[in-house]
Structures are given as structure tokens and as C-alpha cells.
């Protein structure tokens, strides 16, 4: 294994979370009905992420994750415990394709800050059962609090404030986690998917920007939140369509925005959605300008069980590396398997072959 690849992303890898277990699930109604405590739940939540974490190391994972197990959302169970930020019932969930989420939202109340964020404690449990594997941590990305959050104007008046406490916020959270022992954190991130159509075109220029400027914000959220990273901490970005129920949000490559992603971006990976057509084609990866960044190829669908065909993905990974290394390249599902406590319409059997297969073909194609 090249040394760049020693904490991620790695030639098998996954972007974080897993269907949560009936038992798991359970429980979680129980202490919604206040039929257990939140320390009886946190008991069931250790013994089951345990589980999870044995499996994906049997399965051959170099990297292990809590698979969210703790989470109702990937996003807004981090955003809402940042200082200044709450959750709240909106009027309606988000809108996928034929589905909608829960009625809930965030909300920017006050000043954004980082401080005593209960994930720091969900990484400590993580990263003390994971041995000698390496232990991934997810969080969302902090374009997402701009993109998905309401931002209170008597708090924030204008963007570059809210944008100069967001960042600072985040410098202090990545602090936190590398002080906790991670060395390997994915920021999760759907705001991108908003370049990707002619429907996302408009919306960008209903809230008063043009593509440019947005993609300028987006890049300067990331490169400064991750300016003060220790030199031995992977961070590394998912850039996601949606993922909800096996339904998606938006459509499209990654060609209008391609020069900022893969040019200017400066996380160490990136996690790339490539799983069918709504995704486009490799060329925007004529884009990628550095030999040091990873690209995790996600041509392995988590949305439903039905196994790919080995030979064809293993074309696909020779055809994107027409524009890039192969050896700058990895391979993983196109999202997790449960972005939210719903989790996708596929069994936990199908969810663990998709693993198998994924950690097979990495096998084949890079030893």
C-alpha cells in the first residue's frame, strides 16, 4: 500500500453510514416514548455500533465508521449542536423524488460557535473499538448550514459574517476531532449538487448569486475550514445528489462546476458519485490538478441490492483513469446505505455483499 494511502481514502472504502438494525430502531422508539432513558439507549447504540464495526473489519475494510447509528440525520444532528444553531419543525421535509423527508429544519439563532459537541464523545467510543483499523468519522460539510439551515437576519445580517464564525467553527471542530485521535474525517456535502441542473441553475439565482460567486463561497467555506488541519489528518469530501429512501434530489455531471471541485478544492479525497447516468460522465476529471488527491470512485449503487457486474466496474475504473492515475484512484459506494435512520430499500445482506464486492474489486483491480 502507497503511503498515501495509509489513512485514507483507501483503494476499499465506504462513505460512512449503514442501515440501522430492527433492535437499534427499536430502541429509538422506546426512548421516544419514554420507555427507556437516553443512558440505556447510548447501551444498545455502543453494542450494536461494536457489531457493525466487527463486520466491517471481517469484511476486509481498511477503514470503519459508527455507521451514524447514533444520528436521525447525517447533517442535522451535527449542524443543530453547534452553538447558535437549533432544530426546529418546518413546514415540510425536503423534497426527493416522489418522497419527502420529516418536518424538520436548522435554524441559526446566534453566533456560531464549536463547543462541547457530543460527536467528539461518539468519535472516542468509535475510535477506541477500532484496533488496528483506521476510525472514519463523518460530519457535514459547512456549506450545508448555509445551504439547508435558516439563517436568522437580526444574527447575521450579511454572509461574510455568518461565513467568518461558520469557518471558525469548523477549524475548532476539526481542532477537537484531531485532539480526540481522528486522523481521517469526510465532510459530507449535497450543496455542490445544486450547479449540477438547469433546476439548480435557478435556484442559485433566486438567492441572489450567480454560479461563480456561490462556487467561490462554497470553496472558500472548505479550503479555510480545513486550512489548520494537522499534516497527518485525511480530510476528505462527499459530494452527494441526494439520498433518501433509495430516492435522489438532483440530476447532472459535474462538468459546470468541475474547475472549482477538482481544481480548487484542497481536501486530500474526494468521494465522487458515478453509480448511474444521472451522474454524467469522467471527463470533468481532466480537471484534477494535483497528483496528491484521492478520487473514490462511487460506482457501487447503496440504493438498491442488485449486485453489479465485476467486469464493469472494473471498465469503469479504467475508463476514468483515462483522465487521472489509477493509482489516484479508489473505489466505494456512491453514498452510504442509510443517510438517514430510514435507510434505503435494501436488505442488511444485500448492503454487506455490496461491501464484499466493492473490497473484491479493489482486490483485483489494485494488488
Given at each position: 500500500m502507497t503511503a498515501v494511502l495509509a489513512k485514507g481514502p483507501f483503494r476499499?472504502?465506504?462513505?460512512?453510514?449503514?442501515?440501522?438494525?430492527?433492535?437499534?430502531?427499536?430502541?429509538?422508539?422506546?426512548?421516544?416514548?419514554?420507555?427507556?432513558?437516553?443512558?440505556?439507549?447510548?447501551?444498545?447504540?455502543?453494542?450494536?455500533?461494536?457489531?457493525?464495526?466487527?463486520?466491517?473489519?471481517?469484511?476486509?475494510?481498511?477503514?470503519?465508521?459508527?455507521?451514524?447509528?447514533?444520528?436521525?440525520?447525517?447533517?442535522?444532528?451535527?449542524?443543530?449542536?453547534?452553538?447558535?444553531?437549533?432544530?426546529?419543525?418546518?413546514?415540510?421535509?425536503?423534497?426527493?423524488?416522489?418522497?419527502?423527508?420529516?418536518?424538520?429544519?436548522?435554524?441559526?439563532?446566534?453566533?456560531?460557535?464549536?463547543?462541547?459537541?457530543?460527536?467528539?464523545?461518539?468519535?472516542?467510543?468509535?475510535?477506541?473499538?477500532?484496533?488496528?483499523?483506521?476510525?472514519?468519522?463523518?460530519?457535514?460539510?459547512?456549506?450545508?448550514?448555509?445551504?439547508?439551515?435558516?439563517?436568522?437576519?437580526?444574527?447575521?445580517?450579511?454572509?461574510?459574517?455568518?461565513?467568518?464564525?461558520?469557518?471558525?467553527?469548523?477549524?475548532?471542530?476539526i481542532q477537537a476531532f484531531y485532539d480526540a485521535g481522528c486522523r481521517y474525517l469526510q465532510l459530507d456535502d449535497t450543496s455542490w449538487s445544486v450547479f449540477f441542473s438547469e433546476k439548480g441553475q435557478e435556484q442559485i439565482a433566486a438567492r441572489g448569486f450567480s454560479a461563480e460567486q456561490l462556487a467561490q463561497l462554497f470553496t472558500r467555506a472548505i479550503n479555510e475550514s480545513i486550512a489548520n488541519k494537522p499534516e497527518d489528518m485525511k480530510i476528505t469530501m462527499h459530494i452527494c445528489r441526494g439520498n433518501f429512501k433509495s430516492t435522489y434530489v438532483a440530476s447532472g455531471g459535474y462538468d459546470r462546476v468541475s474547475e472549482f471541485i477538482f481544481g480548487k478544492l484542497k481536501v486530500d479525497g474526494l468521494f465522487l458519485e458515478f453509480d448511474d447516468e444521472r451522474s454524467g460522465g469522467f471527463e470533468p476529471l481532466r480537471h484534477v490538478n494535483r497528483k496528491d488527491i484521492q478520487l473514490v470512485l462511487g460506482l457501487i449503487t447503496s440504493k438498491f441490492g442488485e449486485l453489479e457486474n465485476p467486469q464493469r466496474i472494473k471498465a469503469r475504473i479504467h475508463e476514468a483513469a483515462q483522465y487521472v492515475s489509477l493509482d489516484q484512484l479508489c473505489l466505494s459506494p456512491q453514498c452510504g446505505f442509510a443517510s438517514t435512520e430510514e435507510g434505503n430499500l435494501l436488505t442488511e445482506e444485500e448492503q454487506w455483499d455490496k461491501i464484499r464486492l466493492v473490497v473484491n474489486i479493489a482486490q483485483d483491480v489494485w494488488n
Open positions: 476499499a472504502d465506504h462513505v460512512g453510514s449503514f442501515l440501522r438494525p430492527e433492535r437499534l430502531k427499536q430502541a429509538r422508539l422506546q426512548k421516544q416514548n419514554g420507555e427507556i432513558t437516553a443512558e440505556q439507549l447510548r447501551i444498545i447504540e455502543d453494542e450494536e455500533i461494536v457489531r457493525l464495526v466487527d463486520m466491517q473489519k471481517k469484511l476486509g475494510l481498511a477503514a470503519v465508521t459508527d455507521g451514524e447509528f447514533r444520528r436521525a440525520w447525517w447533517h442535522f444532528d451535527f449542524l443543530s449542536q453547534l452553538v447558535g444553531v437549533e432544530l426546529y419543525e418546518t413546514e415540510q421535509g425536503i423534497q426527493f423524488q416522489g418522497v419527502q423527508t420529516k418536518a424538520h429544519g436548522v435554524k441559526v439563532t446566534g453566533k456560531v460557535d464549536f463547543h462541547n459537541h457530543p460527536m467528539i464523545e461518539d468519535y472516542k467510543f468509535l475510535h477506541q473499538i477500532a484496533g488496528n483499523h483506521v476510525a472514519k468519522f463523518t460530519i457535514p460539510s459547512p456549506n450545508m448550514l448555509f445551504f439547508r439551515g435558516h439563517i436568522e437576519e437580526d444574527v447575521y445580517p450579511n454572509y461574510d459574517e455568518f461565513f467568518n464564525d461558520l469557518i471558525t467553527a469548523y477549524q475548532k471542530a
